[in-house]
């Protein structure tokens, strides 16, 4: 029987069982023993899991207590000098955790390591730091430790590490320069080869056959020298003594696909659900005894997949293969909610739509079997099952909505209400009065223990609407009193009653269905429970506007009227894939330009609409580009060219390079735009300056992911470095990002600083 396997599996649990382990290693309240015992129920419950599936080959070393990648870069010993790393110690949990967000239970606090997305995912990575003549060694032993924790329960596995050549893609140095894959980088692999190699004869060493190796910059327009690094760096390897199983997913090899021409690995593993057209391309450039790993259960997202369409697509490879086809989801599972059985809230007929990642295993099963000379009756039965769901999904009436498809005949001439900025912000200047250097934060502020139960008993109905209201109210007052009394010059409400910036809206708006325990991993601990957008978006009340009046109505200082962008909805939701893109973000750019208007209406004078998956959303070719960046900027002045001119447009990015796309961000027009500055200590703001950008800019000076409390002077010189490339009329002083995940005492001195170094640059 054809062999199935994994790529990968959701490291946090069915319940979200790691992050409440680590949070609580984290507070004290459990200790590194504790910890660990969590760490193994959960990889021992994941094995059977996938075995149980019929799984063949089950992944060892996707379990992360952060972060893959960040793991791999402590077992390679590749610690920034400033976290006092001995060059012959292990490199202990604590420091990974330091290395993630600035502190541990032990060890010296420090500046966190840089964090951004992967590739075109809302998952997050800790950026690896690189110098010139690094040097490397087997620091850590977890992938070790793990391999014989799995093959003591029985298992026969599939280690899965970073490939050398996409580690070093992703990592960052001073001593490299910015953009598409410093060649520069490359001269680490003459130090960095000879540990993979110890790493894959260790791995040997342990009687395993196959080891998985991930490059996903073969997705991407890679330079020359790259491409030809690859025979090198593979023929290197091959002295490991493994059979190499060489990863792609996310994109279309392209021209990339010779690169796989005589390459030494076993074989590939590509994505034929993003790109079904290369299985030609791939298939062409197989020797006679390689394998081929097809992935063809969608990894990205939550429906059920057409069997039948993947079955026809891959029957003739699976023909002239026999057993070197191995059939696969697309990427890891990482990115999708663990068990559609925990789920008892859904309707019956939604549910049956979605998979998540142990029904996906499932359908993988029944794929590899549909594929056999001899199909047998409950093959048979399972196959027509699935059938009769996608059409049913088909032919529902609940998926489109009368009049939504008039609004968006009559969107295009929309988008070009706005007057010049120059005009706007004259106007707004004139309307709020503000001083030089404000002050804002980016939304949220802290959502206490007493906000999560009080939003957690009225949805279970312990708590009345009225008692509800009344709760988040005080919240309110309470942090429009905190803002005022330290000096911040435009205000938020504190989104109290958001449990998501997403899911929030999405709970409101027409379309959108939601679940219990869908929960994936963004980074960290930090765990999204993604809505589910099955069919066309309407809004059929205001979402906040009561909310942000209330706030208003307690102070003379402008309060944002807070929003999310319909491009950051788009992605951080599983979206319905019986349509373009495109068409559902115009949707939602419709909703958003309703409530735009009706904050307006309430008074609110300054509005932001944060658009942190922007760059995310982007294409992985630069070919690709120009098409996603025309609808996106469309959609996000969709939502807002219909503001009046004395009306201040902020919108927000976190997390994200988007260097290369300045000129769709200024296409974007938002009056004010925030950005994370601070781990990345003001490099973004290169791209600002050399294009010249015409609007203001909010430099974060704060990283609120990390609990650690910036000195007043470190935020004055960021600013102090700001204004040396941007006018300092243009600039505003403001955090990374929302403060939903910190501490009050933290945020009260973080903030506190940060107004008080907005004050003393009004003087120097």
């Given at each position: 029987m054809t062999i199935i396997h994994s790529l990968g599996y959701p490291r946090i649990g069915a319940q979200r069982e790691l992050k409440r382990a680590v949070e609580g290693y984290w507070a004290g309240k459990q200790s590194a023993d504790e910890l660990d015992n969590v760490g193994r129920m959960l990889r021992a419950r994941h094995w059977k899991q996938q075995a149980q599936a019929g799984l063949t080959l089950v992944p060892v070393g996707d379990f992360a207590w952060y972060d893959h990648i960040l793991e791999w870069t402590c077992l390679l010993g590749a610690v920034p000098a400033r976290f006092g790393q001995s060059g012959t110690e292990p490199v202990q949990l604590d420091t990974l955790f330091r290395m993630a967000r600035g502190r541990a239970p032990s060890g010296t606090p420090a500046a966190a390591c840089e964090m951004t997305k992967w590739?075109?995912?809302?998952?997050?990575?800790?950026?690896?730091?690189?110098?010139?003549?690094?040097?490397?060694?087997?620091?850590?032993?977890?992938?070790?430790?793990?391999?014989?924790?799995?093959?003591?329960?029985?298992?026969?596995?599939?280690?899965?590490?970073?490939?050398?050549?996409?580690?070093?893609?992703?990592?960052?140095?001073?001593?490299?320069?910015?953009?598409?894959?410093?060649?520069?980088?490359?001269?680490?692999?003459?130090?960095?080869?000879?540990?993979?190699?110890?790493?894959?004869?260790?791995?040997?060493?342990?009687?395993?056959?196959?080891?998985?190796?991930?490059e996903p910059i073969l997705g991407l327009d890679l330079p020359e020298p790259w491409r030809q690094a690859f025979q090198r760096v593979y023929e290197t390897l091959a002295e490991g003594g493994v059979r190499i199983l060489l990863a792609t997913y996310f994109e279309d090899l392209r021209e990339n696909a010779g690169i796989l021409q005589d390459l030494s690995v076993a074989g590939v593993h590509v994505d034929l659900v993003r790109a079904p057209d290369q299985l030609a391309r791939v298939l062409a450039v197989l020797d006679d005894e390689q394998v081929l790993s097809a992935g063809?259960?969608?990894?990205?997202?939550?429906?059920?997949?057409?069997?039948?369409?993947?079955?026809?697509?891959?029957?003739?490879?699976?023909?002239?293969?026999?057993?070197?086809?191995?059939?696969?989801?697309s990427c890891s599972l990482l990115h999708v909610p663990v068990d559609l059985d925990s789920e008892h809230e859904l309707d019956a007929e939604l549910r049956g739509w979605l998979s998540f990642a142990r029904q996906k295993l499932d359908e993988l099963k029944l794929l590899a079997a549909s594929l056999t000379d001899e199909v047998d009756a409950d093959t048979q039965i399972a196959l027509q099952r699935q059938r009769e769901v996608l059409q049913g999904r088909k032919q529902s009436e609940r998926i489109h909505h009368p009049g939504v498809q008039v609004r968006l005949e009559n969107a295009p001439g929309l988008t070009r209400n706005r007057a010049p900025f120059s005009q706007r912000v004259a106007s707004q200047q004139g309307r709020l009065g503000l001083p030089a250097y404000p002050t804002t934060t980016i939304g949220s502020f802290p959502q206490t223990p007493e906000i999560r139960l009080a939003r957690r008993d009225w949805r279970q109905g312990a708590l009345s609407d009225t008692a509800y209201e009344k709760a988040m109210r005080a919240e309110i007052e309470h942090v429009i009193r905190f803002q005022e009394r330290i000096g911040l010059d435009v205000l938020v409400h504190g989104e109290p009653e958001r449990n998501d910036m997403v899911e929030y809206f999405g709970e409101l708006l027409g379309g959108f269905a939601f679940t219990q325990n869908g929960w994936v991993q963004s980074y960290g601990s930090r765990c999204v429970k993604p809505p589910i957008i099955f069919g066309d978006v309407v809004r059929p009340v205001a979402m906040t506007v009561g909310w942000s009046a209330y706030a208003q109505s307690l102070t003379d200082k402008p309060v944002k009227g807070m929003l999310t962008g319909p491009v950051t909805i788009l992605q951080w939701s599983f979206v319905r894939d019986d349509q373009p893109r495109e068409t559902t973000c115009r949707q939602l750019a419709l909703a958003l330009r309703d409530e735009v208007a009706d904050l307006e209406a309430a008074g609110i004078a300054v509005i932001q609409i944060d658009e942190p998956a922007i760059r995310e959303g982007l294409p992985l070719r630069r070919a690709d580009w120009q098409q996603y960046l025309d609808w996106a900027v469309d959609c996000f002045r969709l939502s807002t060219a219909g503001a009046r001119e004395d009306t201040q447009i902020h919108t927000h990015m976190c997390y994200s390079e988007f260097n290369d796309i300045i000129e769709a961000i200024a296409a974007m027009d938002a009056d004010v735009i925030t950005i994370e500055t601070s781990r990345s200590n003001m490099e973004l703001l290169e791209a600002f300056e050399d294009f010249d950008y015409p609007n203001d800019i909010g430099p974060g000076v704060y990283d609120i992911h990390s609990p650690n409390v910036p000195r007043l002077e470190w935020m004055v010189d960021l600013i102090k470095k700001a204004r040396k490339r941007l006018p300092a009329e243009r600039l505003w002083v403001n955090p990374d990002c929302g403060l939903k995940t910190r501490g009050w005492p933290e945020t009260e001195a973080a903030l506190l600083a940060m107004v008080k170094a907005a004050q003393t640059l009004r003087y120097t």
């Open positions: 590739f075109d995912t809302n998952y997050h990575y800790i950026v690896p730091e690189l110098v010139p003549r690094q040097s490397y060694r087997i620091a850590r032993s977890y992938l070790f430790d793990q391999i014989r924790e799995a093959q003591e329960l029985g298992y026969r596995v599939k280690p899965v590490i970073p490939g050398p050549l996409s580690w070093l893609w992703l990592g960052k140095g001073d001593a490299f320069s910015e953009g598409a894959g410093d060649t520069a980088k490359l001269a680490l692999l003459d130090t960095l080869l000879p540990v993979y190699v110890q790493v894959l004869q260790e791995i040997r060493a342990l009687g395993v056959e196959w080891v998985q190796i991930d063809l259960i969608d990894g990205r997202n939550i429906w059920r997949t057409d069997l039948d369409k993947a079955a026809k697509l891959i029957r003739a490879a699976a023909a002239q293969l026999g057993e070197r086809l191995w059939l696969a989801p």
